[in-house]
């Protein structure tokens, strides 16, 4: 059974550092794709980053790159995001998902983990 497991969500003031963390519980890490995507209230979920655990090709949102990092470290089955000058549009629920590789679809998600930037 696949199971995703975000934490390091937080409430902070804008111009704060946060550094999200998802733990997999994946059989074979080298055939997933993970990736970090948010969603607002009202706002469809969006995209941040995605990150091949085998080739290391990544996807970056252009409007987060210079902000936002994903990274991961295989021994450990983690995937990080770190997120830099955080501003209050940043306010989200974070999600770490997971697709194997060459699926259209995440196809196993994380339960979230709430992200709020104040002003």
């Known amino acids: 059974q696949v199971q995703l497991v975000e934490s390091g969500g937080g409430l902070v003031q804008a111009g704060d550092s946060l550094r999200l963390s998802c733990v997999a519980s994946?059989?074979?890490?080298?055939?997933?794709?993970m990736a970090w995507f948010r969603q607002a209230p009202g706002k469809e979920r969006e995209l941040i980053s995605a990150?091949?655990?085998?080739?290391?090709?990544?996807y970056s949102a252009d409007s987060l790159k210079d902000r936002f990092t994903m990274s991961r470290n295989n021994a450990q089955n983690t995937v990080y995001l770190q997120m830099n000058n955080l501003k209050p549009e940043d306010t989200a629920v974070y999600y770490c998902?997971?697709?194997?590789?060459?699926?259209?679809?995440?196809?196993?998600w994380g339960q979230g983990t709430q992200v709020t930037v104040s002003s």
């Open positions: 998902a997971a697709k194997p590789n060459g699926a259209e679809t995440y196809s196993h």
């Open positions: 990150i091949h655990w085998n080739t290391r090709v990544k």
């Open positions: 994946l059989r074979t890490f080298s055939m997933y794709v």
